[in-house]
């Protein structure tokens, strides 16, 4: 589950990690009211309006902007809000923005007198440890570092049994070149921001930047969290942080109805059962010169209503020219699979535009397999996984 840089920062800061202090606003009107309660708390009468979208590169689409005083902050909050914000990171489209987050300006008294630094906590999968990757080029795109300037990033891996150990946390601030107060700061802001990742079984935490202000303190100004969503019943608390809004409706709907769906580029729909067949029933259409639509795992009860839903679910991306139906049937029989298909398809008249492809092989393929021919509708049935990928490829 991906978070919003607000809420990422309310996790942050519940771990003790120093954070630019902010309130969320979704009206101009909050928003101004949050910059006046920041001001009594913080003394500054500048702030940064950056709009609340599940994806980074806000400040290059338009997305961050300064304001020196209350007209500023109803005027941009009023610009940002309800503006459909296109980042490098947004599908072509952008996102629409329904809520700013209003934060104290932490640069002062420039940008000369401050650093930006990056840091992220992630799981290295092929160490089986935590990492910490920093580097002092913070501000920018780390991807872009990574490829011209790799030897500007720094990697710490943390045994997650032994956690993090004191000597590296200050060899983080070592390497980030910090001395003096900044110095200690940053070993204190490294083992809190590691305490927040494990402690609320987060798979990412990404500041970008972590900043070194002019009078030494160092705080997070940007959060990208990602929690780990098998991990979330042990976080009540933090259900409520999703938004759905931010999510796919597709994937939303099916999730409701029990079934796992990912939404993808391509244009042939997929419906599978389990999720290795899934995933090899995508390898093959991409072999065969085809692309798949989308990652569905029906799970193992096949009947008419679900497949029914999973057709309708694929039916619903205007990409799709062609489905292909891949069931294996062991615990569930191939007849019953294929009579689901074909009362799902009667079932659903016109909705049906595109050809369908079935492969059922297992208990019972054969009749299966004269059902599907019998039934007189669009659907060509297959029982060679590549014969499938072939007949794919011939109605694109
Ligand atoms: P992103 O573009 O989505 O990654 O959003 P960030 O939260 O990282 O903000 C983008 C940029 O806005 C930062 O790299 C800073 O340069 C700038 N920025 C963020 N907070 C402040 C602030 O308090 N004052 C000023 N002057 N600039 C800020
Ligand atoms: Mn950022």
């Known amino acids: 589950m991906n978070l919003h840089e607000y809420q990422g920062k309310e996790i942050l800061a519940s771990f003790g990690v120093n954070v630019q202090r902010g309130i969320v606003a979704d009206t101009p009107e909050k928003a101004v009211a949050a910059a006046k309660t920041l001001t009594e708390s913080t003394g500054t009468s500048w702030h940064v309006i950056k709009a609340q979208i599940h994806a980074g590169g806000r400040g290059k689409g338009g997305g961050v902007k300064l304001a020196k005083n209350l007209d500023d902050v109803r005027s941009i909050a009023d610009n940002i809000l309800g503006m459909q914000l296109v980042t490098p990171q947004t599908p072509p489209e952008g996102k629409k923005v329904h809520q700013v987050l209003i934060a104290e300006d932490v640069y002062y008294p420039g ?39 790799p030897h500007l990033i720094f990697t710490e891996e943390i045994d997650p049994g032994l956690g993090l150990q004191g000597f590296q946390a200050r060899k983080v601030a070592f390497n980030l070149g910090l001395s003096g107060t900044a110095f200690k700061e940053m070993t204190k802001f490294v083992s809190a921001l590691y305490n927040a990742y494990v402690g609320s079984d987060a798979s990412l935490f990404e500041i970008n930047p972590v900043l070194k202000t002019a009078d030494d303190k160092i705080l997070a100004v940007d959060a990208k969290v990602t929690l780990d969503d098998n991990a979330l019943f042990r976080h009540k608390d933090y259900a409520a942080l999703r938004d759905l809004k931010e999510e796919n409706p597709v994937e939303i709907e099916a999730n409701e109805a029990g079934l796992n769906y990912v939404d993808l580029d391509g244009n042939v729909g997929c419906m599978v059962n389990g999720a290795g067949l899934a995933m090899a029933t995508m390898d093959l259409i991409k072999q ?109």
């Open 111 to 149: 940008p000369s007198e401050t650093s930006e630094i990056y840091m992220s906590v992630l799981l290295n999968r092929a160490s089986g440890k935590n990492m910490i990757m920093y580097s002092t080029e913070g501000g920018m795109d780390i991807e872009t570092v990574a490829e011209e300037t």
């Open 288 to 396: 065969s010169g085809g692309d798949p639509a989308n990652f569905l795992d029906v799970g193992g009860t096949a009947d008419a209503a679900r497949v029914e839903t999973a057709f309708r679910l694929i039916l619903k991306d205007p990409k799709v020219k062609a489905i292909l139906v891949n069931i294996f049937g062991g615990i569930v029989r191939c007849d019953r699979v294929a009579q689901g298909i074909v009362d799902a398809y009667k079932n659903m008249g016109d909705a049906i535009k595109v050809p369908i492809i079935v492969r059922l092989q297992g208990t019972n393929a054969e009749q299966a397999k004269e059902l599907i021919d019998a039934s007189g509708l669009n659907v060509l049935s297959a029982t060679a996984f590549e014969e499938a990928a072939q007949k794919v490829q011939s109605v694109l």
